[in-house]
């Protein structure tokens, strides 16, 4: 049992170039969340997922993109990178999005670098 | 909006030392709260989580949170830290936006001296 687990761990980009992060749980979960992670800001929620098929914008969603492939895997996409974008992201999953009493498991995270 | 404030950027303890990490929070109604930790270059742990009943929650690593609404906080504590708690620590309370995002603090970055 891996949980939520994130490809690729580490991503230099140039400006303009475009690219995907992968992830994927294997607890069952509907739901799956997209984060950014920034200094001295926490994290902040990209795009979720309340359950397969289904995919709506968090609080800051310009410039990515998501596909929910399948219940297990969530990707987030990023047509055109910009520098602003330079930052670590994760990857959360829970059983199913909706009640509020509920835990949100993470995956490792992917740091990514634009130039 | 709700919000969570972590006030203290950095702290540093030396081991065997006490510990207490505060987190304020801003929400109208029952607050659903989280800790989690972030040891370098790994994702996110949970460390304890607080719903309803006992305000005093234990969680993982020896560590346990108060959660007092009188003063919107739930500061985390551990009476004795040792050098692999040398990490950052987040709060994070539920939000009803989002699909139930979790909203964090900045985070405090725990160092420890031996």
């Known amino acids: 049992n891996a949980g939520v687990t994130q490809t690729p761990k580490f991503q230099v980009l140039k400006t303009g170039q475009s690219m995907t992060l992968q992830c994927a749980q294997d607890?069952?979960?509907?739901?799956m969340y997209w984060y950014r992670q920034d200094p001295g800001m926490g994290l902040r929620l990209i795009y979720y997922?309340?359950?397969?098929?289904?995919?709506d914008k968090g609080e800051v969603p310009n410039g990515y993109n998501v596909s929910r492939l399948n219940k297990r895997e969530f990707s987030l996409r990023l047509e055109s990178a910009a520098p602003s974008q330079t930052s670590v992201y994760f990857c959360?999953?829970?059983?199913?999005?909706?009640?509020?009493?509920?835990?949100?498991?993470f995956g490792p995270g992917t740091r990514l670098l634009v130039l | 909006a709700q919000s969570v404030t972590q006030p203290d950027i950095h702290i540093t303890v030396s081991e065997g030392a006490s510990l207490e990490l505060r987190c304020n929070y801003s929400?109208?109604?029952?607050?659903?709260l989280f800790w989690y930790v972030q040891s370098p270059g790994q994702g996110l742990q949970l460390l304890l989580k607080?719903?309803?009943?006992?305000?005093l929650v234990q969680g993982i690593k020896g560590f346990e949170a108060e959660f007092k609404r009188s003063q919107s906080s739930f500061n985390l504590r551990k009476p004795s830290v040792h050098w692999s708690d040398a990490a950052e620590y987040f709060c994070?309370?539920?939000?009803?936006?989002?699909?139930?995002?979790?909203?964090f603090g900045a985070g405090t970055i725990l160092r420890v001296k031996s």
């Open positions: 959360a999953s829970s059983v199913r999005g909706g009640r509020i009493r509920e835990t949100q498991y």
């Open positions: 607890m069952n979960h509907n739901s």
């Open positions: 997922s309340a359950s397969e098929g289904t995919t």
């Open positions: 929400y109208g109604a029952t607050p659903y």
């Open positions: 607080y719903f309803s009943g006992d305000t």
């Open positions: 994070a309370v539920v939000s009803m936006e989002y699909g139930n995002k979790l909203v």
